[in-house]
């Protein structure tokens, strides 16, 4: 490891997976001069081509070799699935003086498999960053993202304290506030605010794509009457996606589970017109809003506010 | 009636129910010189000293009386389950000269409902203004409602072709976008983009709110991960989506029953880990917010947009 200034919180940063968020990570780790050097890594030729021209990073790789024992933070940013490959490919190289993180949204499970190799001898600190856009890519990072942003980290028993605090730290220069929690909690969390809500846009977007009495074109048209909403976080990465929902798959099935039992209520009601429990259940969730938005997690957004003409 | 100016289309417009859009077409009517006079109906007392002090309207009146047969427009903006009682109120002193037109989001009931009486001599044109905001009551209207959004017109056999384009250009004043479409056709439409995810809105934030194990404060917390996307539209009004609901119940049960069939299948995709399923399903989703986005109705937002400090 070459000599740290006092400046920087890392040397070198590795980032592996150059996408939304490992090119926002990037991004960011250089503008609050949190990092002195941020390479990444990708398999693809055209992604490390942007990453490469837009600046995103100082340098890229497309393959690990020894030269990563040198680097101080290996943050992974890849889909989950990759995981496992990426553990095999950095393991070789490393020893206990590497902290590894990682940005997923599910962590019980990549946790479990981690630690069913007892060789790994760097520290694999587990994070989520909850940010993130509709777009995917190297062109859809900038440094901004996490600003007011929650990442919270699933420490597990392992980690070293000092380490922990490190990354605590790195988050906080880029704008987050860091929450420590435990994983199971967090899965909890996540599949009620996070994955049933991506699920149950993807499904209602794909419901209304297979109505058939109703023209495609009609659906788009007057999309604005609520559907619209939905097709934001429907239009979310599916790779991302796919892997988050079946990291978290217990979790997920239990809270599918109660939201079609409620659905089931509330479709029993209109059957009978039972115009009472409607309106009740109507009523709770409107005080629900209003403490979103007096948390700040949000601002009253009137739909005109998303017309393009004003 | 009173000679009319040219300058106007109407000359006098009664609008029943001073709330979001009754309060935003009266704004509207006299901001956009479409009506001389706008007299506003309420039965509650702070609505209409709201409507007064904040001149929404020239005159408010808490009865209907005769004086209601020298009115050119009548514009129900109440909730669907008040339209009988409405209708009750009005018929005795409208002749075949008043229009009568009305905001409601579903259509077929009511026209059903009001075509059983051979007694009414006027023409009652339907009509849906695709807009609004999470907000209601007369303090939440404002004249840009309605421009650059859809207003869908289904008219019944019995409306007079002139009168039609009477109200077709009243919308098209008011800066709309007009459609004309049968009413059937108009609920089935509605069902699938706006009745089905409002009611799907309503429902995972009613489950979110019973979660046992994950405490109320982290849903608030941590809604930027997905959830709070679902809040806006869950904080609707309680009355007028109730009705709506209730009043489009075929099309709406329908849609519900396709929904939860494909919701089935996911789950299943989930449990057994089925990851192509999952990703095929995903990625076809993503193709339709494109189209949205360059429909123009709406723009990409990302998360950080709507966060307070930017």
Partial sequence: MTKKSNKFLFNEVLIIGIGLIGSSIALSLKKNEIAKKVIGYSKT???RKIAKKKNIVDAVINKISDRISEIDLIIICSPLSTYEKIF?????HLSKKTIVTDVGSAKSLIIKNFLRSKDRKYDFIPAHPIAGTEQSGPNAGFYELFIDRWCIITPIKENKKRNINIIKKMWKMMGSNVEIMAPDRHDQT??????????????????????????KSDVIKYSASGFRDFTRIAASDPTMWRDVLLNNKDALLEVISRFSEDLSMLQKAIRWEDGDTLYKLFSKTRKIRNKIIDAGQDVPVPDFGRSKKR
């Fill in 45 to 47: 030729e055209k992604t």
């Fill in 88 to 92: 095999k490919l950095i393991d070789p």
């Fill in 190 to 215: 996540m599949a009620i605010t996070s994955h049933l809500p991506h699920l149950i846009a993807y499904n209602i977007v794909s419901t209304a794509a297979d109505i058939e009495n109703v023209t």
